[in-house]
């Protein structure tokens, strides 16, 4: 089986990278050579390019960049939105806890409000779907004692109004709401949306693609003219009314 493999892969690697097509304007050459050749001779290095995807404080303008699309996304935009116009050491609310993080810089703290790393808001979040899942519900009672054991804390105590609590006590200076998932009430960003906190202590100031961005009111922010990212779709609010 082994040999066999490993025949398959060396005639894959041969086809791939020997072979020859009309893949551009009708002349015959290997598109994945192209790709490459192209992309060594574009205006940023390779060297360069790579050290664009792998360190969050070091943006390449895009127009340097022969793959684009992969930087257009709104998470990347996102976090380049907030390397470009906030200071170090800020706490955001976001939902999007992918790529934003990283663009955002590692010198900001995120709260995510989906529950992937904030585990208030996961608890309460496993706790609503425990009532709707008997077999959450039985493995939920064979783990709470030994996760109250050696955790020292009660995973059920967690509910919509503590996780909720749990972010505004933050006191975070940004909440980034993204709207498709604002836009459904069940979800902790719908709640955000919808809590009367946050018109009280925040102020809807920009439009970044298709998430809504709110700073918290009476920080002097001491800043110049606001920065977005290339490519984006964004908008400051009291610019569009």
């Not at 989906?114 to 009532?131: E, H, Q, S, T």
């Not at 020292?152 to 980034?176: C, S």
């Not at 709207?179 to 009367?196: F, Q």
Request: aromatic share 12%; proline share 5%.
């Amino acid at each position: 089986m082994a040999p066999c493999l490993m025949l398959l892969t060396l005639f894959s690697v041969a086809l791939l990278f020997l072979s020859t097509s009309s893949f551009h304007q009708g002349n015959l050459e290997n598109p994945l050579l192209r790709i490459a050749n192209k992309n060594l001779a574009h205006t940023a290095s390779l060297r360069d390019q790579l050290n664009h995807l792998f360190t969050p404080h070091q943006h390449l303008d895009r127009g340097t960049i022969y793959w684009p699309f992969l930087y257009d996304n709104h998470q990347v935009m996102t976090g380049e939105f907030i390397a470009l116009n906030y200071p170090k050491n800020i706490r955001v609310v976001y939902d999007q806890m992918g790529q934003t993080p990283w663009y955002a810089g590692l010198d900001k703290h995120f709260i995510d409000s989906i529950g992937l790393i904030d585990k208030p808001v996961g608890a309460y979040l496993f706790n609503r779907k425990v009532k709707n899942s008997k077999f959450l519900a039985f493995f939920t009672t064979l783990t709470s004692p030994v996760i109250e054991l050696f955790g020292g804390e009660k995973r059920g105590d967690w509910t919509r109004e503590k996780a909720l609590q749990y972010i505004f006590d933050q006191e975070p200076e940004v909440i980034m709401l993204h709207a498709m998932v604002a836009r459904n009430s069940k979800t902790v960003p719908g709640m955000l949306m919808a809590d009367k906190r946050l018109e009280q202590f925040y102020e809807y100031k920009y439009s970044v693609n298709v998430t809504q961005v709110y700073e918290r009111k009476g920080i002097n922010w001491d800043r110049g003219e606001i920065q977005f990212p290339k490519n984006c779709d964004c908008n400051t609010i009291n610019e569009k009314k």
